[in-house]
């Protein structure tokens, strides 16, 4: 048995212990190919493009620019949120959703400007 004499060592073994315990419960795709997976992937590019075109577009906008900010940014985070629930890649059924709302969006953009 190991004794430990100090207050500090029991803390910092204990906040190691800790630190180990909550790394090993990541998903495993925090830092695999789940971020690169082709559907996500697509999603978020044309999400990235439809941001670029609402930030261009910020004066033609009819003062509606917040508020097609905030639709992108939550198609953004549903996008993240439906990766993180299925380990890094969104399914097929999520992936038309996101581009019906995609498609809603650009639709919003093009009929205001």
Excluded: C
Excluded at 33 to 48: F, I, N, Q, T, Y
């Amino acid at each position: 048995m190991i004794h430990i004499k100090s207050k500090t060592a029991v803390l910092s073994i204990a906040s190691l212990m800790g630190l180990m315990a909550l790394t090993s419960s990541l998903p495993s795709f925090a830092y695999g190919w789940g971020w690169a997976h082709p559907r996500r992937a697509e999603v978020l590019g044309r999400d990235a493009r439809l941001n670029a075109e609402i930030n261009h577009d910020y004066g033609h906008l009819n003062g509606r620019y917040g508020q097609l900010r905030r639709e992108d940014l939550a198609i953004r985070r549903q996008a993240q949120q439906d990766a993180y629930i299925n380990g890094g890649y969104i399914t097929g059924g999520q992936q038309r959703q996101l581009n019906r709302e995609e498609n809603r969006l650009q639709r919003q953009i093009n009929w205001n400007y």
